[in-house]
């Protein structure tokens, strides 16, 4: 019986295995990224739920003012029926009076049974409904640009990875194709041996090489799958799962200029669109809580529908109008109405700090980019020289004038300045999108990107 019970187990580990190693990979570009970070960020979720909560607190507002009806029933035992006593009565009799006591008159049975319905509806309130109702707008407009402002910042550190991923990716490429570089030159360098050209020390020289190269590309493996890792857990995927990377690092076009790009991104920021609706949301709620110390007017009603007293009682109603003004707090209206007004001051203070910081930063990408461009630059001309120093060494070191060292030198060369382009466009990239994600624009930057 154990033995059918782990060959069950077995068949079934089995078939999930062969399930997942014959499901198709997910193919990720960068819009695809940009998407899945949008559909599946927790801290997103968290943000629209923030949303849909400033929803009903709107809804509680806007019904304070369509009043308030309650139904109250109550059924009372009493331990004697209640009852009103009725004084002595004394009557003449002839030249004396007889006192006659009177029973008391029951007022009640012993069980009570009532049924009441009441209503109120607010007729004046000091603009107190209204400007509780704006301050649950400006709440929801608030978390809406929250939600705008987390988005684009959950974009960004995922399309960030994706990038990092990519450029991981080509520095596997890289040290693959400097692994046969290697190679190549351990075989030449054992044919020139074998010819009398070189030394043997040319030859141990070169097996070397390959190891050391060897060592370099298994690290390059192990961050590309540390970044892979990385990536996935940033979109809540199984890290185990066929993940196909899509695109490459890119070159983009020329940025906007510092004011102008300052002055979209000011424009078009999520946090301080948040700020500014919180402070309207404090301004309002400073209004209700003045208006809660002046004059208040409801319509009131109430009608018994049923009541148990005694037979010849009849339910009553009645309908009227209701005031009430609040004479002495203590001072606590004023102190929370200067509290609020503090607070937004305060957020005032925060918008202007939060804005010169967004300035920083678009200035701070911008020159990122301009340094990432010349650089990119740079490490082509050295890529485009390293490639042709590669090829005189191993020319000379086919015809026995060069040695190994010169051949290993320049691959070296090439290797790193074919490194450096890709780390410039990782550069480029970053800072473009980082860019755009202060320019409220980063998901229609991935959508473009990804057709170039």
């Not at 004697?80 to 002595?88: E, G």
């Not at 005694?310 to 209701?322: E, R």
């Not at 209206?333 to 967004?358: G, M, N, P, V």
Request: proline share 4%.
């Amino acid at each position: 019986m154990r033995h059918f019970m782990w060959s069950v187990l077995f068949a079934a580990v089995t078939i999930v295995a062969a399930w997942g190693a014959d499901s198709p990979p997910l193919v990720v570009d960068l819009a695809q990224a940009a998407r899945l970070a949008q559909e599946r960020s927790l801290k997103l979720q968290t943000a629209r739920q923030d949303v849909e909560t400033a929803r009903q607190v709107i809804l509680e507002a806007q019904r304070h003012g369509k009043g308030v009806a309650s139904l109250s029933a109550s059924a009372l035992h009493l331990d004697k029926a209640p009852s009103i006593p009725t004084p002595p009565v004394t009557l003449p009799f002839g030249e004396q009076a007889i006192t006659v006591n009177i029973p008391p008159v029951q007022a009640a049975p012993d069980d009570l049974i009532h049924l009441t319905l009441q209503g109120g509806y607010p007729l004046y309130t000091a603009g107190a409904l209204p400007s509780a109702i704006r301050q649950a707008e400006h709440g929801l407009a608030a978390r809406e640009a929250v939600v705008s402002d987390t988005e684009a910042e959950v974009m960004l550190e995922v399309t960030r990875l994706y990038l990092g991923t990519l450029l991981s990716r080509d520095v596997v490429r890289v040290n693959e194709q400097a692994l046969v570089s290697y190679l190549k030159h351990q075989e030449q360098a054992e044919q020139t041996y074998q010819a009398g050209v070189v030394a043997h020390y040319d030859v141990i020289r070169a097996q070397a090489a390959v190891m050391e190269q060897r060592k370099r590309l298994t690290e390059a493996n192990n961050n590309y799958e540390l970044s892979h890792a990385a990536l996935c857990e940033a979109l809540h995927l199984d890290c185990l799962a066929p993940l196909q990377l899509q695109g490459a690092l890119f070159e983009v076009a020329e940025p906007l200029k510092l004011s102008e790009a300052q002055e979209l991104a000011l424009r078009s920021n999520g946090l301080l669109k948040a700020l500014d609706q919180k402070s309207s949301a404090l301004l309002e709620a400073r209004r209700v809580e003045v208006a809660g110390g002046k004059p208040q007017v409801q319509g009131v009603a109430q009608m018994e529908l049923l009541t148990g007293t005694i037979a010849y009682t009849d339910p009553a109603w009645f309908i009227g109008v209701q005031g009430k003004v609040e004479l002495f707090d203590g001072g606590v209206r004023r102190a929370k109405a200067a509290q609020l007004a503090s607070e937004r001051a305060k957020t005032a203070t925060e918008s202007e700090a939060a804005a010169d910081k967004i300035k920083l930063a678009v200035r701070k990408a911008l020159l990122d980019m301009d340094s990432a461009r010349s650089a990119l630059a740079q490490a082509r001309k050295s890529l485009e020289l390293s490639q042709e120093a590669l090829r005189l060494a191993n020319e000379r070191f086919t015809v026995g004038v060069g040695t190994s060292v010169e051949v290993l030198d320049a691959n070296v060369a090439v290797s790193t300045a074919e490194l450096g382009v890709q780390q410039s466009l990782y550069q480029l990239d970053s800072a473009y999108l980082t860019l755009h994600r202060y320019l409220g624009d980063l998901a229609k930057v991935c959508q473009e990107v990804q057709k170039i």
